[in-house]
């Protein structure tokens, strides 16, 4: 089992910045990708990052705002957020792409239980 678990939300001023991290634990798995995801009140859930071996992707909303990393050693994935928007405002969920070794031919899409980001005027 893979199990993700988010921090870094809070509140902040619009311009600010903050930086969420994933950190993921289990075994028996390997990971495809990873990215950051948000749902805002009476939004649907929207990607804002991902991250893979080779490449990021990032939502038009976010672009030159936000970066998506890794650190392998530690687990770890981040989202540094700068000039943070009250638009920005969301709950954001860390998203793991894994398969199982146990049944590699299905994708399993694995999500933390997310961290509030409120962004005020």
């Known amino acids: 089992q893979v199990r993700l678990v988010e921090s870094g939300g809070g509140l902040v001023q619009a311009g600010g910045s903050l930086r969420l991290s994933c950190v993921v634990s289990?075994?028996?798995?390997?990971?495809?990708?990873m990215g950051w995801y948000r749902q805002a009140p009476g939004k649907q859930r929207e990607m804002v990052a991902r991250?893979?071996?080779?490449?990021?992707n990032y939502a038009d909303s976010v672009k030159g705002r936000f970066t998506i990393s890794r650190d392998n050693a530690k687990n770890t994935v981040y989202l540094q957020m700068n000039n943070l928007k009250p638009e920005d405002t969301a709950v954001y969920s860390c998203?793991?792409?894994?398969?199982?070794?146990?049944?590699?031919?299905?994708?399993?899409?694995?999500w933390g239980q997310g961290t509030q980001v409120t962004v005020s005027s």
């Open positions: 998203n793991a792409d894994c398969r199982y070794y146990s049944n590699y031919s299905r994708r399993n899409l694995v």
């Open positions: 289990g075994s028996g798995f390997s990971i495809n990708a």
């Open positions: 991250i893979t071996s080779g490449s990021t």
